[in-house]
Structures are given as structure tokens and as C-alpha cells.
């Protein structure tokens, strides 16, 4: 006996085109089987759950009014796009994302046409939108490009950057502001579908257009009063008055969950748009799944779960968090100095600052998705006599980079940098890793990098940045669990740039910076059955570096390996200048390598198999030392 499908419908369209060819009549079961679909396959991959199912009646809509991929759809961010994977010929890969091999948890172009620009950093969508659609004028074509980005991301000034050109440019562009939370202006339901599809269709703007032709020659003052009638009339019942006057022509606010009225609402702006148009969709994070609906904090990014209780999967914790052990650290000193504030861009939880807030919450600041702004904010703060901690995930700190240097270092201005999600990040991939930070803050005059090595060690370290107000200073820590290490009832302030050894030998030195040191310590014992001596030392400061350890481990050694979770151009590019400069690397006989990254975006997976095959773990730090020594039949042993 066979079992009748659940998604009788879905099972039909794996691809947009098929999709077009139903009645509009079947397109809220179709939504309806895709939430399901959806809330299935993350209950067994995990993921981001909330901000899919906001979008199931959208992404339906958007795909059967628009000719894609020849039209070029672009999700902000990612984290909602996990529907549009579905309807775009990946339903079958769909219980692989964000697993080794399987798919992204983000929009990627090498990953299907129907993605025509990568994402997971937000607020970018209308500015690759527009040079497509720059792009599509100069060519002649005729092409639609739809951006769909979310209120969230529209806190960014990049989309605002973006909206302003494409005023300018008045190039046919389609923007949808997805808004599930700030709730710019509420649907008012029949009425407000109502007067939405009557403005964005082809009669109104018609007479729309022909009364402007008529206004002009009428004099000037009452030219312009008509004009701001027109505008204010159309912003008072339906709000939008500021995309307006960034030269977008506005419609909404519409239910998003109602594809009755979606549909005609994108046909209009499909059939009549000449320049830029945003349409404002109103929508519930976690629509349709009740525990998502509840909680769409608990549920925007989830582990495996199960479907009927919405249960999560724990993992028992061996030790805590490192962004807990910050985030209760970072408490603790603020108790015992009133000065300490504390700044995230849009990531409280993420961050650890909720906890932060929750006994702070003056002292506690979410400036939204704006690290540009997070770091001058922070800046200015610390010209008052504050001491404030910027804490910004490695991978995002880069937008706000030039901010760090003009306005932070240059100055010389105490600001704490707590760089979270250091190194490679596993399900999230490549523009979620921390590979560079090192790279582009250790090049600077005036900052002081650091890296911990542990929970511990970074005990230590968000002490010694609340004690140092000689200049910036940053120090970097990965996701995910400690490694179990006895935790310091307090934080002792570190001597700035000065490292230590853990383990004393004669012949290899192995010089780590951050969470490898772990492996550097396995890599001894296991150099040990070669007949080989190994020192580890954990250099603590990436910048400035320990000199006087940094001789020492040269001048007593035979080999020197540096040990990183960074790019090239960070702690070994440093060290090897060092050594250089110093002279030592004249002396015959001292062999230096340095280990890092490899020169490569390293696709998803979970962690541990990442730091294998990057080349970092206690196996291939073996095989890198034998082979130095010219022991190759033993390093290819060592990796086969």
C-alpha cells in the first residue's frame, strides 16, 4: 500500500517554469506544501527556519509573476532563501544545506542560475540589483531585476547608498522591502490591497502622469504645492514618503501572506514600472510553523528539531561557550567599572550583549546592521573617557574597516575590539569565517592584537582590554565550546605582547597563535615517537609580537613553525618580518615555516573536517615538521 504525497502539488513544479503553468487557484496550496517542505527538511539539517517561512506566499508569487532566472531575482542576505532553493531544482539536495558537499545556507551563483548574486552579508541586494539593471539598459535588453530585502537590512546605509543612485538613475528596478518586524506603516487589509493595486497600475499612472504634464504649466509655486499634494495624499493613506523622495515610486503596505492580493500587485509593477519601484510587504517571522511564530528569536537560526513539539536538539555542552564565557566576563568587569559600555550591529544574542543587556541595558547599545557606524559610535564614546567593547563578529568587522583605521587608529583611540566567530566557522561557510582579521588589524600602527588560545586565556584577555587605554586593542575568539579548561575565578591583566611556553623541548619549536595551540600540543606528543624534542609556545599577542620569546625559540631550535587560524599576511607574515628585521634568519641552520589558511574560500562543513583539510590539525603539523627535516616517506605516512 502506497502513501499519498503530502506534497501533492510541489511534487510536480521542481522548477519555475512548471510552476507558471498552474491556475493561480492552486498557488496557496503550493505555499502551503512548501512551508511544510520547509519546516521538514530544517528539522533535519538545522539552519535558519524563521525567515523562510516569512516568505513562503512571496517567494511563490515572486517566481510565478516573474520570468526567472531570466529575470534576475536577488535575496538579501540569504537567510530567508531557503523556499526559493525548493521551488529552483534543489528540492533534492534540500536535506544536504549547510552540511560537507551539500548546499549553502546562503544564495551562491556557482551553486544555480537562479541565484544571480551571492549573499550572507546583508544590505547589498539593491546595489548588485542596480548594476544589473545598468547593466541590462546598456545592453538593450528587457529583463526585470526584483530585490527582495528585509526591514532589518534596511537599517544599513549601504541600501540607502544604493536607493539614492538608483533615484538618480531612474533605471527600472524593482525593490520589495520584506518587513516582519519594524512594521513601517500595518496593512489595513481590503483597503489597503486595494489602494495598493490601484496605484501601481497602468490607469493611475497614466493619469498620474498626465496631470503632472498638465501641472506644468501652471505657475511654478502652484506646480510644486500639486506635486507635494500628490506625493503627501499617496504617503498619508499608505505611508512611504521617504522612498519617495529618494525617487522611488512606493506601493504598499501589503499583506505578504495573502497571494491574492500579492499577485496583482507584481503584475502591475512587472507590466508598468519605468524606474525604480519599492513595493512594502508586510510579513510574520515563523508564519505557519506555531512554535517559530512564538518565538521567531529562538527559531531564526535553529538546531535539528522535531517537528510536532519543536524541541531542539541540545548537544551536551563539555564546556561553555566562548562568546558565553566573554559575555560574563565582559559583566563582571563592567560591575567593578562603570565605565565599560558595550556596542553590537544588530547581533545581541549572537554576541553574547543580550546577556550583557540584561544587566546593562543603559550601558548596552544595538546601533542595528551598521558596523561602519558601530565603530565611530564606539570611537567618539571612547574621546569621552569611556572604555567601550565593540564586539562584531571577525567576518563582519571588515565592513566597517575603513572606520577602524581613520577613525580609530589614527587617533589612537582606546576602543576594544571583541572579534567573535574567529577562524573557520563550519555550516556557514565561507563569508561567515574569521580567515583575515588578523591580516588587515595587525597591519596597523597603534593596535594590539590578540588571540586566545582558550577559554581561559580569554578570561584574560577581555581583563587586559578593560585595563588598556593606551590605544585600540582587539582580540579574537571562535565559535562554538571551550576546550575544558579550569576557568580563573578572574581575569588577570596580561603584560602586553608577551607570550609563554606550555611545553619546553630541544629541537622543534611550534609557535601558535589562538585555538591551534590545542593541536600544536598533540603535534608534540606525536613528534615524540619520531625522536623529536618539540616546544610549544602560545604567543598570546599577534601584535606586539614577544621578541625576546621569538629569539629564544629561534636561537634554541632547529626548526620554527608558526601556527594560525588566519589568512597569509597575518601572525607568521609577521613573525618572519621580525626575523628578518633582527637579522636572525641569517644565521645557518634555522628553518622557519609558517602555517595558515590556505590562499582559498573554504566551503562548508563542520568544523573539525574544515581544520583538516585547511592543513591545521595535529596530523599535518606532524607531517609539516618531518618534511622540513626531509623526512618525506614519514610526512607522507603521516597524511596518507
Not at 517561512?53 to 535575496?75: K, M, N, Q, S
Not at 532563501?81 to 525548493?86: E, F, L, S, V
Not at 493611475?204 to 503632472?212: D, Q, S
Request: net charge negative.
Amino acid at each position: 500500500m502506497t502513501h499519498a504525497s503530502k506534497t501533492p502539488i510541489l511534487d510536480q513544479i521542481p522548477t519555475p517554469d512548471e510552476l507558471r503553468k498552474l491556475p493561480e487557484s492552486d498557488l496557496a496550496q503550493v505555499a502551503n506544501e512548501l512551508r511544510q517542505e520547509t519546516i521538514d527538511a530544517v528539522s533535519v539539517t538545522g539552519g535558519h527556519l524563521g525567515a523562510g517561512l516569512g516568505v513562503v506566499e512571496l517567494t511563490v508569487a515572486l517566481h510565478y509573476v516573474f520570468d526567472t532566472p531570466r529575470d534576475r531575482l536577488i535575496w538579501d542576505v540569504g537567510h530567508q532563501a531557503y523556499p526559493h532553493k525548493i521551488l529552483t531544482g534543489r528540492r533534492d539536495r534540500i536535506r544536504t544545506l549547510r552540511q560537507g558537499g551539500g548546499l549553502s545556507g546562503f544564495t551562491k551563483r556557482s551553486e544555480s542560475p537562479y541565484d544571480p548574486f551571492g549573499a550572507a552579508h546583508s544590505s547589498t541586494s539593491i546595489s548588485a540589483g542596480l548594476g544589473m539593471a545598468v547593466a541590462r539598459d546598456l545592453s538593450h535588453g528587457d529583463n526585470k531585476v526584483i530585490c527582495v530585502i528585509g526591514d532589518g537590512a534596511m537599517s544599513a546605509g549601504m541600501a540607502y547608498e544604493a536607493m539614492n543612485n538608483a533615484g538618480h538613475l531612474h533605471s527600472r528596478l524593482i525593490v520589495i522591502l520584506n518587513d516582519n518586524d519594524m512594521s513601517i506603516a500595518p496593512p489595513t487589509g481590503g483597503m489597503s490591497a486595494y489602494l495598493a493595486r490601484l496605484v501601481s497600475g497602468g490607469a493611475y499612472r497614466t493619469i498620474r502622469e498626465a496631470a503632472k504634464q498638465l501641472a506644468t504649466h501652471l505657475p511654478k509655486f502652484l506646480y510644486q504645492k500639486a506635486k507635494k499634494a500628490e506625493v503627501f495624499s499617496r504617503g498619508y493613506w499608505m505611508g512611504g514618503t521617504l522612498f519617495e523622495e529618494l525617487g522611488f515610486y512606493y506601493v504598499g503596505p501589503i499583506d505578504g501572506h495573502n497571494i491574492d492580493h500579492l499577485l496583482p500587485v507584481l503584475k502591475n509593477v512587472r507590466d508598468n514600472a519605468t524606474g525604480p519601484v519599492l513595493v512594502h510587504v508586510v510579513t510574520k517571522k515563523g508564519k505557519g510553523y506555531p512554535p517559530a511564530e512564538a518565538s521567531p528569536d529562538k527559531y531564526h537560526g535553529v538546531n535539528t528539531f522535531d517537528v510536532v513539539t519543536g524541541a531542539q536538539a541540545k548537544p551536551k555542552a563539555n564546556a561553555p561557550s566562548y562568546t558565553k564565557v566573554f559575555a560574563e566576563t565582559l559583566i563582571k568587569e563592567a560591575k567593578r567599572d562603570d565605565k565599560i559600555v558595550a556596542i553590537t550591529a544588530a547581533m545581541p544574542s549572537g554576541t553574547g550583549l543580550d546577556l550583557f543587556g540584561k544587566t546593562f541595558p543603559d550601558r548596552t547599545f544595538d546601533v542595528g546592521i551598521a558596523e561602519q557606524h558601530a565603530v565611530t559610535f564606539a570611537a567618539g564614546l571612547a574621546t569621552e573617557g569611556y572604555k567601550p567593547f565593540c564586539a562584531i563578529y571577525s567576518t563582519f568587522l571588515q565592513r566597517g574597516y575603513d572606520q577602524v583605521v581613520h577613525d580609530v587608529a589614527i587617533q589612537n583611540l582606546p576602543v576594544r575590539f571583541a572579534l567573535d566567530r574567529a577562524g573557520l566557522v563550519g555550516a556557514d561557510g565561507p563569508t561567515h569565517a574569521g580567515a583575515f582579521d588578523v591580516a588587515y588589524l595587525a597591519c596597523l600602527p597603534n593596535m594590539v592584537v590578540m588571540a586566545a588560545a582558550d577559554e581561559a586565556e580569554l578570561v584574560h584577555m577581555v581583563a587586559t582590554a578593560a585595563a588598556h587605554d593606551s590605544g585600540p586593542i582587539a582580540f579574537r575568539y571562535p565559535r562554538g565550546e571551550g576546550v575544558g579548561v579550569e576557568m580563573p575565578e578572574r581575569g588577570k591583566v596580561l603584560e602586553i605582547g608577551k607570550g609563554r611556553i606550555l611545553r619546553q623541548g630541544s629541537q622543534i619549536a611550534l609557535f601558535s597563535l589562538g585555538t591551534r595551540l590545542a593541536e600544536a600540543m598533540r603535534a608534540a606528543e606525536d613528534l615524540a615517537a619520531y625522536g623529536l624534542s618539540a616546544t610549544v609556545a602560545d604567543a598570546r599577542f599577534a601584535k606586539p609580537l614577544d621578541m625576546d620569546l621569538l629569539r629564544q625559540l629561534a636561537a634554541s631550535h632547529e626548526v620554527l613553525i608558526t601556527i594560525e587560524d588566519g589568512s597569509i599576511g597575518g601572525f607568521g607574515s609577521h613573525v618572519l618580518q621580525a626575523l628578518t628585521d633582527d637579522g636572525t634568519l641569517d644565521r645557518a641552520g634555522l628553518k622557519v615555516r609558517s602555517m595558515v589558511l590556505p590562499d582559498a574560500y573554504l566551503d562548508h562543513d563542520k568544523p573539525e573536517r574544515m581544520y583538516v583539510t585547511a592543513g591545521l590539525d595535529a596530523k599535518s603539523i606532524v607531517a609539516k615538521v618531518l618534511d622540513v627535516l626531509g623526512r618525506s616517506d614519514d610526512a607522507r605516512g603521516m597524511i596518507a
